[in-house]
């Protein structure tokens, strides 16, 4: 049935309308169509679309609209009617489109080789972009389309795409099953990227596309199996790279402290005014003054030795004073202070005794017979049996282990074996060590 003529054509549906059927087809060429900044009107003749307009106020005459005028054979001039269909297209962009795979996406998960079932969900925003195109690919003969009935126009298609793109991608970047929540936002784009095309085949542009849901078989005794030996391989790397982190921080630290405490022992004697050899020197005659047989003049002789070998002022300094002390206490005599044959009481030179008082080395016994400047007459000499003597030449006492003249060092056992050396030995009887 006909309506009555109208003056004035314009969209009365709400504003969740995708597309929405004028319901009158009778229109008169004196009639004004009303185009919304947000629509196009789309007329169609015989099923045929005539003109498609966009936003503005139009006076339905054959002089401004010439396609209107071809098809419909129009006179010119005067009000007459003819019969047409008009369609409003919403071109904003329809947000918030939920959508949702209708069954499990089966891949084999690419870093476990396990087989994997998934599910997604999420939402989308379509924007018409071609009128023509789209009334005449996907709405049809539709009086009025929702954008809920745009999404089901377009399930099967998203079904299809959605549930291959998002296996295949999985796939080729080797997502793991575990780690796919933190990529939503690339899996997002990647899906977008890939079903573009196929909306615009309908004159729809895909705007937005989210992932914001994967469903995984929490319940499949394999799937947890499966995140049992992940979570526990994780935490075992863990572990072993928070114990060598530590232990570099732990290294780094000590040579670190040890950098410090060197540069802080070096500024201290820089500025005390001495040097790390002058330091070990006065260590050295410390230790030999410190030590309980020290009494001894056997002892004595090492002790000068190792002054002499520090070879520092320091160390030189130390041992004239200890040389110095020696020779100042009494019953001692210092070496070549005092000139041979000259006695004093209490104080023997060398090769010339004194009651109770003994001469390093060549000490005769109380009342025995003397040479000035040389062994005691009568005594044990140079190579006689028993007696030994310093490579400097001076006739050691028995038992010495220093030289009472250059201080050297007498072996009294094999460094070899440590068997005991006779006096006088060249080789150990033991295992024949040259001595």
Known sequence: MKLKFLDVIKYEGNNDTLVWKHPSEDFNTSSTLIVHETQNAVFFKNGQIADVLGPGRYPLRTANIPVLRRLLNLPTGGVSTFHCEVYFVNMTEIMALKWGTNGKIQYIEPNYNFPMELGASGEMSLRVRDSRTFLVRLVGTEKELTPEGLVRYFRSLMMTRVKSYLARYIKEQSLNIFEIDSQLDILSDAMKERMVQDFAEYGVDLVQFFISTVVRPEDDPEYIRLRKAAQTRYTDIFEAQTRQQVDLIRQQTEAQKRVLEAQSIAEKRRLEGYTYQEE???????????????????????????????????????SNLIGGALGSMPGNAPQGNMPQGNAAPGNAPQGNAAPGNAPWGNTPQAGGPQAAGGPQAGGPQAGEAGTRVCKCGAVLQPGARFCHVCGAEQITVCPNCGRPVTPGSNFCAGCGQKL
């Open 280 to 318: 070990r020197g006065f260590n050295v005659a410390q230790q030999i003054a410190g030590n309980e047989s020290s009494g001894q003049f056997s002892n004595l002789g090492i002790g000068l030795g190792m002054m002499a070998g520090v070879g520092g002022a320091l160390g030189g300094s130390v």
